[in-house]
């Protein structure tokens, strides 16, 4: 036990200041410390010692008792520091906590967020300026902002990084950015945080002119290994590396005759004598295929039993690719010998960038609603963090960030419980006295914001509708030249005389066959798949009749028009919460409603106006005319790129 320890540790921070130049603490004990003496009000202990009831790594105890104050014990420095945040978060509920007894124990070890940045700067699909880690800067000046980050992730327990893009440059396991990369590694070391690289399989004959990067070649085998040796030198904790093979032009073993768990095993064995992680994304797709959704499970499932131990399969939630709404990718379930990691998508690609309020913890529980948490060895989320003053572009964006480590931390937290710590921690002025009906309102307005994102833009099954490249606003009609088909939403939405959606019943591409028995047959039969599944998985007479009576046709138009007052009623929602809400947080959610306001009619009456073309019906009662035509919608086109998020004036200016 070394209770006295941490005791002095935290009068000895308590007395510098937290802010004044002073070196950060060398260990997540230490800053367990340094954390609680900032900023809890009361006395506190921390102690390692063993505690039967802490059955996890990174675990801890919570006792608070009158003669002792807040006792957190834990058997590692890391369950310290997430205990210490865990004691915040009650005294921030406000709770009585005199005597409370809590344990908790992380559902998984591995709690990470991938980075998609470049070594330029540029961050793919991210909404928040540019990359933290400033690589041009590196090694000699570090960003205060790699602190903060490490801080926001350790305060709800993600205790690993990825720093490069998936897509990734075989510079960053240069000697040049090695050296980078333990600079970044050296700051978050403290917080708990083990970082990460995407390697780029090619690798050997990018950087040292092999001449082959096959995985049974000893060449390759022993460049890998050396690499390995390379990277452990500088940085001794280094979690391991992620790989992007074989999709969307990235290189891999497929292109030597090999397959995916060939190549995964060769980087294992390079890190195994280091205590190194692969993991290996099943984000696959071949344009010859007749249906994507199907990829993934045809080339892994027959895989499952021959990865490496130290191999962890990393698979998107859904079968395509981070939609508002998808179902489950039945990779989960289908490789029982394999350990598997969920990827989420925390940056909002599909859902509005940063400036679009959506509460994305509904999603992610609506996947643990299907997927058993148990099955799963892992927890990755796509990061939404740049440079921007509030680290995630839009100050409420910062909720997602939040959300998806204490999901990864405990799967079945719900996500009213998490918003309720957000805000109070994050939202709530300390001058005034918030009413719980206010409290309420505004918890209801962020557990229905992601529902809302389906409304206007994708009900029913729908995917896939977005502009061409970056993805932000909608563009059904998209058929760019020389475009893969299953980059287009004519792919996705098949609409024709007929009716709407996908047919991946067994009359289709037969997509349902690759769930569970139970589950295929009632996604298979048009009468009992969920309704919010339907055009993914059926191709539906526009006459069809819907659980409420209403056609389809009618039901989309009501869908639509539902996602379009939504919005609406949220703002309302914002103003009435004016005098409560801290006024940064105010004004900046205020400006995302109102684009949110005006690209929900974008999408309801460019969508609306495209599909009437052929189902040869009239707006429903109740549905407003559209304000501007298809053809002048069909005129849209934002010049951005991937890397950003479309201004304000932008959007005002061309839509």
Known sequence: ?????????????????????????????????????????????????????????????????PERGAVVTAPDGRGLLY????????????????????????????????????????VERGYAGRSIWHWDALPDTVSPQIAEYGRRCAAVGINAAVLNNVNAS???????????????????????????LSVNFASPMVLDSLQTADPLSPAVAGWWQRKADEVYALVPDFGGFLVKANSEGQPGPCDYGRTHAQGANMLAEALAPHGGKVIWRAFVYSPADADRAKQAYIEFQPLDGQFSPNVIVQVKNGPVDFQPREPYSPLFGAMPSTPQAVEFQVTQEYLGHSNHVAYLAPMW???????????????????????????TGSPVADLNWYALGR???????????????????????????????????????????????????????????????????????????????????????????VGLGFDRSSHGSNAVAQYPDSLCRVLDDVATCPEQFLLWFHHVP??????????????????????????????????????????????????NLRTQARDARWWRDA??????????????????????????LMRVKLPITNFECPSDSLLNKLR
């Not at 990369?181 to 990460?196: E, F, H, M, N, T």
């Not at 389809?552 to 949220?570: H, I, K, N, T």
């Open 542 to 591: 526009w006459t069809h009749r819907m659980h409420s009576g209403r056609t389809l046709w009618q039901e989309l138009c009501a869908a639509y028009v539902r996602g379009v007052d939504s919005v609406d009623l949220f703002g309302r929602t914002w103003e009435a919460a004016l005098p409560y809400v801290r006024p940064e947080m105010y004004d900046a959610v205020s400006a």
């Open 607 to 632: 969508c609306l106006q495209y599909f009437a073309q052929f189902s040869d019906m009239p707006l429903p009662s109740g549905v407003p005319e559209p304000g501007h035509s298809l053809d002048s």
């Open 83 to 122: 205990g210490a945040y865990a004691l915040l978060r009650m005294h921030d509920a406000g709770a009585d906590t005199v005597g409370a007894d809590v344990v908790e124990n992380p559902a998984y070890a591995l709690r990470m967020l991938n980075h998609w940045d470049n070594l330029d700067g540029t």
């Open 1 to 65: 036990m070394n209770r006295i320890l941490y005791i002095a540790v935290a009068l000895v921070c308590a007395a510098c200041g937290s802010h004044r130049g002073e070196p950060v603490p060398e260990t997540p004990a230490a800053m367990a410390a340094k954390v609680l003496s900032e900023s809890y009000d009361g006395a506190f202990e921390l102690e390692t010692a063993a505690d039967s009831a802490i059955t996890a790594e990174e675990g801890f105890r919570i006792r608070v008792v």
């Open 365 to 391: 529980s609506e996947f643990f609603s299907y997927v058993d948490p148990a099955s799963l060895d892992a927890v990755a989320g796509v990061a939404n963090v740049g440079d921007s003053p509030c680290l």
């Open 170 to 196: 075989p510079q960053i396991l240069s000697g040049e950015y090695l050296r980078k990369v333990k600079a970044v590694a050296d700051v978050l070391r403290p917080y708990g945080i083990s970082v990460w």
């Open 407 to 497: 999901l990864a931390w405990n799967p079945r937290l719900t996500p009213a419980a998490i918003a309720d710590e957000w805000m109070a921690r994050n939202m709530w002025r300390d001058d005034v006295e918030v009413p719980d009906s206010v409290r309420a309102s505004v918890r209801d307005m962020l557990l229905r914001s992601r529902e809302a994102v389906v409304d206007y833009m994708m009900p029913l099954g729908l995917h896939h509708l977005f502009a061409f490249g970056h993805h932000y606003g909608p563009e059904p009609w998209c058929d760019p030249e020389g475009a893969r088909p299953d980059w287009l939403p004519k792919y996705y939405h098949r609409a024709d005389r």
